[in-house]
T-cell receptor, first 112, second 112 residues
Framework: GEDVEQSLFLSVREGDSSVINCTYT??????LYWYKQEPGAGLQLLTY?????DMKQDQRLTVLLNKKDKHLSLRIADTQTGDSAIYFC????????????FGPGTRLSVLP | EAQVTQNPRYLITVTGKKLTVTCSQN?????MSWYRQDPGLGLRQIYY???????DKGDVPEGYKVSRKEKRNFPLILESPSPNQTSLYFC???????????FGPGTRLTVL
């Protein structure tokens, strides 16, 4: 299909790890991205991964890429209340990093 | 401060009344895009531009026009708005082909 898919909701306890999953469609995508949207704000780029990588770690964030299954995940270690937001997975479908398709977003709720 | 600005932030209008949403960036980015965000659908790309006078259709261009006469500005034009264009609109800019986008704060449009 044409869609990038994500589960819509995730709740975790403060201090636990969060894992947000995404399946994408275009095996030729060069880059895959995770964006964060806080309430009432625009999106901010959290991290991205080249399609020839399996994993990328950046402080509390770990991105895993399974190209065979077209599966991308974002793990947030030691989740804090400030991590409550909507997380979008996105892929670029051209070689210029301009023609984007976003998933529907996963709303992460962090419970105290 | 490096930023993408959009105006207006909120707009209520009536069917058929032409409107323009402005977008401006001060980062000298070549690439700019427009998206609409609807619940459960994530962000869908409307148009993008890789440089002055170069624009391309995204996934949902119908009912919209854009222009790129200057590098810093990328206005979105609705010639004859309809209620199904009620949405939250985001402008974004990026440099190079990495696709790392900077988003504006959003424009909430209601068409009655």
């Amino acid at each position: 299909g044409e869609d990038v898919e994500q589960s819509l909701f995730l709740s975790v306890r403060e201090g636990d790890s969060s894992v947000i999953n995404c399946t994408y469609t275009d095996s030729s995508s060069t880059y895959l991205y995770w964006y964060k949207q806080e309430p009432g704000a625009g999106l901010q780029l959290l991290t991205y991964i080249f399609s020839n990588m399996d994993m990328k770690q950046d402080q509390r964030l770990t991105v895993l890429l399974n190209k065979k299954d077209k599966h991308l995940s974002l793990r947030i270690a030691d989740t804090q209340t400030g991590d409550s937001a909507i997380y979008f997975c996105a892929e670029s479908r051209d070689n210029y990093g301009q023609n984007f398709v976003f998933g529907p977003g996963t709303r992460l709720s962090v419970l105290p | 401060e490096a930023q993408v600005t959009q105006n207006p932030r909120y707009l209520i209008t009536v069917t058929g009344k032409k409107l323009t949403v402005t977008c401006s960036q001060n980062m000298n980015h070549e690439y700019m895009s427009w998206y609409r965000q609807d619940p459960g659908l994530g962000l869908r790309q409307i148009y993008y531009s890789m440089n002055v006078e170069v624009t391309d259709k995204g996934d949902v261009p119908e009912g919209y026009k854009v222009s790129r006469k200057e590098k810093r500005n990328f206005p979105l034009i609705l010639e004859s708005p309809s209620p199904n264009q009620t949405s939250l609109y985001f402008c974004a800019s990026s440099i190079g082909t990495s696709g790392k986008q900077f988003f504006g704060p959003g424009t909430r449009l209601t068409v009655l």
